[in-house]
């Protein structure tokens, strides 16, 4: 069989790379696709865009495939799945309507109100003056997140009013984040750890994936911006079982419940970002697809077959699957372009692509492309190094290792991914 990802990121590589893995997989194709999709053994890109949803499902019925696997939000919030299912065409991921979840933080903070699961205080502004003033109620430090999809960028942490005033005055005029901005969800700041927490759900069950975390700050020790991701790691030490249990029993199902209520049951990747505080777990944020970085270190880890898991959940054997992970523990580090997640220059041309790494470690591409024969960037976060170890330090020592072999000017990384599981005494603030 023929199966199709959607996406040109590095959860798509990983998505793209462990398909082809399959037995029952002839041949994986990518729409659009990255340099490291089109060398990728078993995979072929197709230079079809996320948000052209007619050409998709042209292609998907050209090339007879059957089984579609989204990867990004905006095409899963724009109806594609709902398109799919109304060709014939099975295709893994939530409807337009469950995809609110993520593309539109309000109306998450409202279901979650409404269905009693535990996060954030907050409020919804559309002024900078009741933005203030909510900011204020609250005391600061707050977190302004763009009610919209913003690539994974939309959340600013602000210390005092002046930062305020700028930041919802850049966000409300479309400056910042277009028409993700109109609307602004103010956030209690919240202390604590923060894990992802990621399940395969079939409409009414869960079936959840290997624990992971991630590092959304962009410099060493969680300081600087936030990103869409600086690394990640599976599984996390911090999700004990007894926490597994509390994260499925008030966040995971009491959403699949209340979609379920509100007419839309969730089909498709369900990642709940958690912030684990003194008082509990709260959920950050709600995305309907699988996470990135996260995927890179959970794929790595996952000995079952990817497709054939996927088919088992759309086919309504959920009960039926079991996964095998690989004991070790896996540690991706994303290297990224001079400048992000600000401005940054596309075009570098990146050296030490052709160093064959071991089994243990995968170099999945994100934002690349190629130029002729060369591999060069294309994006904010080009490179994302994995690897395998016995422990956090040691998978952290190999992806280390593999990340200092290769380069492309300006770029940089963070050589501290996993230090809340190598040093556990930190407690980090609201990511």
Same mark, same amino acid.
């Given at each position: ?60 019925? %050209? ?59 907050? %409020? ?124 499925? %029993? ?182």
């Amino acid at each position: 069989m023929k199966v199709l990802i959607i996406g040109s990121g590095g959860r798509e590589h990983a998505l793209a790379w462990k398909a082809a893995c399959s037995d029952k997989v002839s041949e994986v194709l990518v729409a659009p696709g990255n340099a490291g999709t089109a060398l990728e053994p078993g995979v072929r890109n197709a230079t079809v865009d996320v948000d052209d949803l007619d050409s998709l499902i042209s292609l998907a019925r %050209a090339e007879q495939i059957e089984l579609t696997i989204v990867g990004p939000e905006a095409p899963l919030a724009a109806g594609l799945v709902d398109r799919f299912s109304r060709a014939g065409l099975k295709c893994f991921g939530p409807s337009a309507q469950a995809s609110r979840l993520e593309s539109s933080k309000a109306f998450a903070k409202d279901f979650m109100g409404r269905h009693g699961i535990p996060t954030a205080g907050h %409020a919804v502004v559309d002024s900078v003056e009741e933005g203030l003033r909510q900011a204020r109620a609250m005391g600061y430090p707050v977190v302004l997140k763009a009610d919209g999809l913003a690539a994974g960028k939309g959340v600013v942490i602000v210390d005092d009013e002046a930062a305020a005033k700028q930041t919802l005055a850049d966000m409300l005029s479309g400056a910042a984040f277009g028409a993700a901005g109109s609307r602004v969800v103010i956030e209690e700041f919240l202390v604590g750890e923060e894990v992802s927490f990621i399940v395969l759900a079939d409409g009414g069950k869960a079936l959840p994936l290997a624990s992971s975390q991630d590092h959304k700050r962009r410099d060493e020790g969680d300081l600087g911006p936030n990103t869409g991701g600086m690394g990640a790691y599976s599984p996390a030490p911090v999700v004990t079982a007894e926490l597994y249990r509390q994260l499925l %029993a008030e966040v995971i199902e009491p959403a699949l419940a209340g979609m379920r209520a509100d007419g839309c049951p969730f089909t498709g990747f369900l990642y709940a970002g958690v912030m684990l505080t003194p008082g509990g777990p709260r959920v950050l944020e709600f995305n309907v697809r699988f996470g990135d970085p996260e995927t890179q270190p959970i794929l790595m880890r996952l000995q079952s077959d990817l497709v054939e898991t996927l088919l088992a959940v759309l086919d309504g054997r959920i009960d039926q699957i079991t996964l095998e992970w690989d004991e070790r523990t896996a540690l991706g580090i994303v290297m990224a372009a001079g400048g992000y997640p600000e401005d940054y220059v596309k075009g570098k041309p990146i050296s030490g692509l052709d160093i064959a790494p071991p089994e243990t470690v995968k170099v999945f591409h994100a934002g690349t492309r190629m130029d002729g024969e060369q591999v060069v960037t294309n994006g904010g976060r080009v490179l994302c190094v994995t690897a395998l170890g016995d422990s956090v330090a040691q998978a952290q020592a190999h992806a280390l290792e593999w990340t200092a072999r290769i380069g492309f000017e300006d770029g940089f990384y963070r050589a501290d991914i996993g230090h809340r599981a190598i040093s556990p005494a930190r407690t980090d603030g609201h990511d």
